[in-house]
């Protein structure tokens, strides 16, 4: 069997932000990002899939060990993000706006290199039940 198989694991994680432009007045970022410019910053209930495709390893019949997968997960992105101020705890969103694009690929080029290169990687990120971002597109 040849065929690939595309397996999901999902995880959850809590996490405040503001999107905003310092160069901006607050009404012109209120204007643009709504109330996720809120200056005193306010939370999302974050839904992530991680989506990792390829053929089935023909002894163990598993593309990935989903609970290896659910490690890298937990340890690259849970730990990292979950709980905390993305605009003031995190390095990677000092200085780029914590939106779910770019938490997408944040969250892509933390778990990647931990990823067999032979298998393909999706992330899907849900900042609300409605808005969800898929990388790469
Ligand atoms: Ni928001």
């Given at each position: ?25 607050d009404e012109k970022n209120m204007q643009v990002f709504g109330p996720c410019a809120n200056p005193n ?54 200085n780029l706006n914590p939106t779910a694009e770019n938490i997408a690929i944040v969250i892509y080029n ?28």
């Amino acid at each position: 069997m040849e065929q690939k198989v595309a397996v999901f694991r999902k995880e959850h994680f809590n996490a405040a932000h503001r999107l905003f432009c310092a160069d901006w007045s607050d009404e012109k970022n209120m204007q643009v990002f709504g109330p996720c410019a809120n200056p005193n910053y306010h939370g999302h209930n974050y839904e992530l899939i991680v989506q990792v495709n390829g053929v089935p390893d023909p002894i163990t019949g598993f593309v990935i060990n989903t609970k290896e997968l659910s490690t890298i997960v937990k340890e690259e992105i849970v730990s990292r993000f979950d709980h905390k101020n993305l605009n003031l705890d995190t390095d990677v969103f000092k200085n780029l706006n914590p939106t779910a694009e770019n938490i997408a690929i944040v969250i892509y080029n933390l778990i990647r290199p931990r990823i067999d290169k032979a298998l393909d990687l999706k992330i899907r990120l849900y900042e609300t039940e409605r808005n969800f971002v898929d990388y790469p597109a």
